[in-house]
């Protein structure tokens, strides 16, 4: 199974600073179309996880410009600019690269 | 607009089987597919499987030989089935759409306790 290592951020963040929490894979999510299979979701408390972007960096519907993925094949970076209170919560990566999908372990983001 | 909803009993005895309905508007399962995702609680999310829009499966190893995906077209409803349920088994159960995730049901929490 692919393995999806998330890291750690310095909570809490002061609001209307940038936060970038990572995500590394134990195997490329490059296809052989060329799209990066990796999604990020935040999951504010209590609620359903919520789709940010897809394709590693392909922001879903009505998501705030302020959120961007980036990476390469096995190390992503999702950037949250200017932070606000409703950011809080827990982000996930997740891979749909190849069976089964797996997500990462997540990252907390608390705001000061 | 899009919308999925988990239903299902609260709680189920160990070694019993879990049985839950995801109803869906404002898409076609015959076009979207529809996977399950559960939540232990305080922990992080695990993929459990898929249906297609063409009715094929795929699950995840590690619940392979006790999971069991289905739908009806007609009523836009999945269908999870889970044998022999143990305590780890306690967790919000979601699903949600596409190989995206773009659209989830609230989640429905099902307890494993004698």
């Known amino acids: 199974d692919i393995v999806m290592t998330q890291g750690v951020l310095p909570n809490p963040v002061p609001s209307g600073e940038s936060a970038s929490i990572t995500c590394r894979s134990s195997k490329s999510l490059v296809y052989k179309d060329g799209k990066t299979y990796l999604n990020w979701f935040l999951q504010r408390p209590g609620q359903s996880p919520q789709l940010l972007t897809y394709?590693?960096?392909t922001r879903a519907s009505g998501v705030s410009d302020r959120f961007s993925g980036s990476g390469s094949g096995t190390y992503f970076t999702l950037k949250i600019s200017r932070v606000r209170a409703e950011d809080a919560g827990v982000y996930y990566c997740?891979?749909?690269?190849?069976?089964?999908?797996?997500f990462g372990g997540g990252t907390k983001l608390e705001l000061k | 607009q899009v919308q999925l909803k988990e239903s299902g009993p609260g709680l189920v005895q160990p070694s019993q089987t879990l049985s839950l309905t995801c109803t869906v508007s404002?898409?076609?399962?015959?076009?979207?597919?529809v996977s399950w995702v559960r939540q232990p609680p305080g922990k992080g999310l695990e993929w459990m499987g898929a249906i297609w829009s063409g009715g094929s499966t795929d699950y995840n190893s590690a619940l392979k030989s006790r999971l069991s995906i289905s739908r009806d077209t007609s009523k836009s409803q999945v269908f999870l089935k889970m044998n022999s349920l143990q305590t780890e088994d306690t967790a919000i159960y979601f699903c949600?759409?596409?190989?995206?995730?773009?659209?989830w049901g609230q989640g429905v929490m099902v307890t494993v306790s004698s």
């Open positions: 394709w590693m960096s």
């Open positions: 404002g898409f076609s399962l015959t076009s979207n597919s």
């Open positions: 949600t759409r596409g190989r995206s995730f773009d659209y």
């Open positions: 997740q891979q749909v690269r190849e069976y089964p999908w797996t």
